[in-house]
T-cell receptor, first 115, second 111 residues
Framework: DTGVSQNPRHKITKRGQNVTFRCDPI?????LYWYRQTLGQGPEFLTY????????KSRLLSDRFSAERPKGSFSTLEIQRTEQGDSAMYLC?????????????FGPGTRLTVL | GEDVEQSLFLSVREGDSSVINCTYT??????LYWYKQEPGAGLQLLTY?????DMKQDQRLTVLLNKKDKHLSLRIADTQTGDSAIYFC???????????FGGGTRLMVKP
């Protein structure tokens, strides 16, 4: 069990560019979550997958954001036409429905800076 | 919608106990969690409590839940400088699997 991993750890981009982040969950975890954390705030839920299916999306997830989990393992989060307000830490978490508590374990995050 | 509130800051001396408080509004919460975040890092799960429990103890950590008042606390015994971090409480409701987080309490431990 190597934990949740996220890549890249840091991304600096110019406004208007597209960026993509990757999350690898704990192996055999069937649920995967994306959260966004801005400076000085707690994480806010964006979306989650159970296996390949995207089951819930927050209204925070604008049309410029898209997430996929094509084979039910790793996931990608893409932001198109980035804006300065997208600067934040993007956190991924995973959990397993076979565990009674279905507890979410977080990765180290990807810090995005939009110039 | 659900709301989770925490005080912003707590300062204690090394060796003292720390108590971090949290209030929430969602009466259908099933689990409540405490996570720790060090600078520039992700969230580390510390402990959790099921909503039908009053108390849970795990080594230096004690979680108390008052479901009637929707109040959760985390007590850290014998606080060490390595405990300095931001602590988040979070709740998970029956309505979905997402976590709703408080704004975090920054704990500073003075030697």
């Amino acid at each position: 069990d190597t934990g949740v991993s996220q890549n890249p750890r840091h991304k600096i981009t110019k406004r208007g560019q597209n960026v993509t982040f990757r999350c690898d969950p704990i192996s055999e975890h069937n649920r995967l979550y994306w959260y966004r954390q801005t400076l000085g705030q707690g994480p806010e839920f964006l979306t989650y997958f159970q296996n390949e299916a995207q089951l819930e999306k927050s209204r925070l997830l604008s049309d410029r954001f898209s997430a996929e989990r094509p084979k039910g393992s790793f996931s990608t989060l893409e932001i198109q036409r980035t804006e300065q307000g997208d600067s934040a830490m993007y956190l991924c978490a995973s959990s397993s429905t076979s565990q009674f508590t279905d507890t979410q374990y977080f990765g180290p995050g990807t810090r995005l800076t939009v110039l | 919608g659900e709301d989770v509130e925490q005080s912003l800051f707590l300062s204690v001396r090394e060796g003292d106990s720390s108590v971090i408080n949290c209030t929430y509004t969602d009466s259908s919460s099933t689990y409540l969690y405490w996570y720790k975040q060090e600078p520039g890092a992700g969230l580390q799960l510390l402990t959790y409590i099921f909503s039908n429990m009053d108390m849970k103890q795990d080594q230096r950590l004690t979680v108390l839940l008052n479901k009637k008042d929707k109040h959760l606390s985390l007590r850290i015994a014998d606080t060490q400088t390595g405990d300095s971090a931001i602590y988040f409480c979070a709740e998970r409701s029956n309505a979905g699997n997402m976590l709703t987080f408080g704004g975090g309490t920054r704990l500073m431990v003075k030697p």
